[in-house]
């Protein structure tokens, strides 16, 4: 243990009827991991490892105490007695580990909408939300009385499974009882309506009837916001009012703060580059009120920055999850002197991307996240034969490759034909908002140095290179394209070039990336992909004070980035920046000095005039040349861009899989 470096960090506290053997809390977040409702073996793991990792306290994913929430369908039911075995064979494992172990009730309220469950909205009042924009049913007493009985079985569930405690959540992230406590989506003129008092009712109701059924030798505690982060919610003062009344009720033992609703997600879960700790402030401010402790989030990642927050005493607890996700042995790692190899969250919001695909939870630089019972990153089996592997390519494919071959025991020999290794990953960190995303690299290039790993940098490999090896790897990337045709006319992809695209002052996103010319003037970007790229190279040019045209064929820029949330936040800063926007559009025409769009639908013509140069965001070409050169020749694999041209997650699982198969 290092004491002296995280004293605080990895002290006890007492939490309620229990002790917390250090400071370090796993926040609840989604894992799409369920099925039939119901917890599995995946979620065991997924749990396990983190407490097996160092996490003092976790708290599962939020868990529905009413059919009427249910926003898909791999949402556990809190309220179902199918629940117990499951929490206890979870409980089991946990446990094994000194780690404290809470279900977290919880509804939605407004904040969803009937497509799975065929049901109604409920909420306090018919106030739709903005991203799921269903009308709700105004929920009657009866409606607020089956919600608490909800609550009530979802509490004696979690005591007969064995858990430590519940998490009585839904006050904050403008979930249901967000909705009752907010005067800006409680209109009723009833006893939970009105009055603070009156809006506080149910709350108050929940935690007795929770309480009632947990007794005083189990935690129980609850999720607030502590701003709600708009105009009309709650601020930190009201938070502050309303936190004092309930822990006045003696029936809590902690609280655990967050910002933000679903009028702004980037409040709660937000990408980089948002300040490391920015929730903790409002938290602290509260805090100071309280005497149960309390639990702070917001982007914490790095331990020295936990340390501290905690010495300023902002929060007794720091809650993690996606730092986590990231790394399951953060806790470990930060209170056993390796706190420089703890695996960075860089804030990518990959996680949230894959439970927008309704796919179970990921990580965009941890291939184990969600997969602990498939790839164990810490008990990797050896070689049954070592041999002599040429990896092709220094990319996080080929970093992540090379690690675990070496781990494995083979000889590995990393070619880089440039002089740093990185791949695009290191080219999109140029952009300011994107900066964090080096933290990839950098664990990457660490954990390659550790190993016995021959590293060649500025070398393109040849036929002639690879002859004396026994396997190959290509992770070589990929290269992008310039045609100018988008995919409405795939018929010209293998034909004619777009009339002016192969022009000079033309580059593909990759070009401009890499070779960073020092554009100025008016420049257009023609982005047919919808991703990240278009938005990076925009944001690059337009920070440097170049004019930025954004010119798509969809209906908006980057719509890709719904997944990780944070579309307007980009869409935002690129207008901030003077960016401007042409949808709905294709090309026709690159001219020396101009470029001629035309509207999708009216075929109404635009000319741009002054256009000094062009970057295509049109997707790119794998880098499989070696490959189709060798594969005749000895054991040859493809992964990640050199396979097909696809994102950094895709390229990091592929290096690992095909790692652990040679």
Excluded at 499 to 505: D, I, R, T
Excluded at 576 to 596: N, Q, S, T
Aim: aromatic share 8%; proline share 5%; net charge negative.
């Amino acid at each position: 243990m290092t004491p002296d470096r995280f004293p605080i960090l990895g002290s006890p506290i007492k939490l309620g009827p229990k002790t917390a053997r250090n400071r370090i809390w796993m926040t609840a977040h989604a894992t799409l991991l369920v099925k039939d409702h119901l917890f599995t073996d995946a979620h065991i793991a997924y749990y396990t490892e983190r407490a097996k990792g160092g996490a003092a306290v976790i708290t599962m994913e939020a868990m529905a105490t009413h059919p009427t929430t249910q926003p898909y369908k791999g949402k556990a039911f809190a309220f179902d007695p199918r629940m117990v075995p499951e929490y206890r064979k979870l409980a089991d494992a946990v446990h094994a580990y000194d780690t404290l172990l809470l279900a977290q009730p919880w509804h939605r309220g407004r904040q969803t909408n009937g497509i799975t469950n065929g049901l109604p909205v409920w909420a306090p009042s018919a106030v739709p939300c903005g991203v799921y924009r269903e009308m709700p049913h105004v929920m009657t007493t009866s409606d607020i009385n089956e919600i608490i009985d909800g609550y009530r079985l979802s509490a004696r569930y979690a005591r007969e499974g064995g858990l430590d405690g519940v998490e009585v959540h839904g006050m904050s992230h403008g979930y249901l009882l967000n909705q009752f406590l907010s005067p800006g989506t409680n209109f009723r003129q009833d006893r939970y309506g009105g009055s603070l008092e009156n809006r506080m009712r149910i709350v108050h109701e929940i935690l007795d009837a929770s309480r009632s059924e947990i007794g005083s030798d189990m935690i129980m505690g609850m999720r607030l916001n502590s701003d709600d982060g708009h105009e009309g919610g709650l601020g930190p003062d009201e938070w502050a009012d309303i936190a004092r009344e309930f822990e006045a009720t003696g029936l809590i033992d902690y609280i655990s703060f967050s910002h933000g609703t679903y009028i702004n997600r980037m409040l709660i879960y937000p990408t980089a580059p948002e300040t490391h700790g920015f929730q903790l402030k409002a938290t602290g401010k509260i805090k100071n009120g309280l005497t149960v402790p309390v639990v702070g989030v917001g982007r914490i990642t790095n331990p020295d920055e936990a340390e501290a927050w905690l010495a300023e005493g902002q929060c007794d607890f720091v809650g993690m999850a996606r730092a986590l996700i990231a790394d399951p042995r953060w806790a470990n790692k930060a209170l056993e002197g390796e706190p420089q190899s703890i695996r960075p969250c860089v804030g990518a919001n990959w996680c949230m991307s894959r439970i927008f695909a309704q796919a179970p939870l990921g990580c965009i630089h941890n291939p184990s996240a969600g997969q602990e019972l498939e790839l164990d990153e810490t008990s990797l089996p050896l070689a049954h034969a070592k041999k002599s592997v040429a990896v092709v390519g220094g990319g996080p494919a080929g970093m992540r490759a090379s690690w675990t071959l070496a781990r494995r025991g083979h000889a590995v020999t990393l070619f880089e034909a440039s002089p740093e290794l990185g791949g695009q990953v290191r080219w999109w960190a140029l952009a300011e908002s994107r900066r964090e995303l080096i933290g990839i690299i950098s664990w990457l290039e660490d954990r390659v140095a550790e190993e016995d790993i021959t590293v060649v940098r500025n070398h393109r490999v040849t036929a002639a290179d690879l002859s004396n090896f026994d396997e190959i790897v290509v992770a070589a990337g990929s290269t992008g394209l310039k045609h100018g045709w988008t995919m409405l006319h795939p018929e010209k992809w293998n034909g004619d070039t777009l009339p002016g695209a192969e022009s000079s002052h033309v580059f593909s996103y990759t070009e401009f990336l890499s070779q960073q010319p020092d554009l100025t003037g008016e420049v257009l970007i023609f982005d047919i992909m919808g991703g990240r790229q278009g938005a990076v190279v925009a944001e690059i040019l337009a920070r440097k004070g170049v004019s930025v045209h954004f010119a798509t064929q969809l209906g908006q820029a980057s719509p890709d980035l719904t997944s990780s949330r944070d579309w307007g936040k980009v869409h935002g800063m690129l207008k901030k920046l003077g960016v401007k926007f042409h949808v709905d559009c294709e090309m026709m025409e690159i001219g020396e000095d101009h470029v001629r769009l035309q509207d999708l639908y009216t075929k109404q013509e635009l000319v741009l005039n002054s256009i000094s140069n062009v970057v295509l965001v049109q997707g790119s070409q794998a880098n499989d040349q070696i490959y189709h050169a060798m594969i005749d020749q000895k054991p040859c694999h493809l992964i990640g861009d050199a396979m097909a041209p696809r994102r950094v997650n895709d390229a990091i699982n592929e290096g690992e899989l095909i790692a652990r198969q040679i």
